[in-house]
């Protein structure tokens, strides 16, 4: 495994014990909205301060892409971290939630890992190397029909001027598989993905510390990722499509016809 696997995991770890303490006195914490329907709490903040303490600790001379704390630092490694993915969620009290932390060097990521402290899965992938859930190695599934098929998604709840467009995609998507589910974490979707729970997942308007180590994640297990017309442009523009090899071309070809000018212009 990539020597820098075992640090992301303990910053991983260390994150997800600050959430779990907090999830017990939500009605506590100082909640502000970042935008609408973007919020953020004081533990997303903590939450980051202990990854980028543990991974700084280890490694001062990598850059950093987080969040909440944006980008600091100049080098060919940069850690990708979302602290808190499906912040509102917790904040509700429902627990599909995790943090996120990829390892890229240059264009290329190295290492992936997702925790779910609700349920103390971990999820980690290392380039080459194969991705697992608590050392049990993870293949995509084998639906080879989207009829079939268990599709994840995310509303664009940021991105309002796509959603026509999207719920255009999702009319479709939802007369063509078997079912669509939408739990509010797409980094935790991605590992879905990846374990072969779902078949497919696409959304509009995600982050690269949203996608980053679940990319790996699902490329690592057999899975096929790409933004909605099939490029590798999905860090950069935020949209993306992940599937087994045989549900992907399955999705790209229901989204085709949806993909406005305004989506292909955007970056």
Known sequence: ????LNIAVK?????GDIINRSSDRLDLLTVRHKSLNDLVSEVDKTAEDAIIGVLKDSF???????EESGK???SDYVWI????????NFLHGLPIYCVSIALMHKDSIQIGVIYDPTRNDLYVASRGEGAFLNERRLRVSRRDKLI???IGTGF????FEH???YLSMLRDMMKSCAGVRRPGAAALDLASVAAGRLDGFWEIGLSPWDMAAGVLLVQEAGGLVGDLEGENQYLENGRIIAGNPKIFGQLLQTIKPYITQELKNEN
Request: glycine share 8%; hydrophobic share 45%; charged share 20%.
């Open 1 to 4: 495994m990539h020597p820098a």
């Open 81 to 88: 971290i979302d602290p808190l993915d499906g912040t509102t």
């Open 163 to 165: 959603n026509v467009a």
């Open 60 to 66: 001062p001379d990598h850059a950093i892409l987080a």
């Open 156 to 159: 664009p709840f940021r991105m």
């Open 148 to 150: 079939d098929g268990l």
């Open 72 to 74: 600091s630092g100049n």
């Open 11 to 15: 910053a991983a770890r260390k994150a």
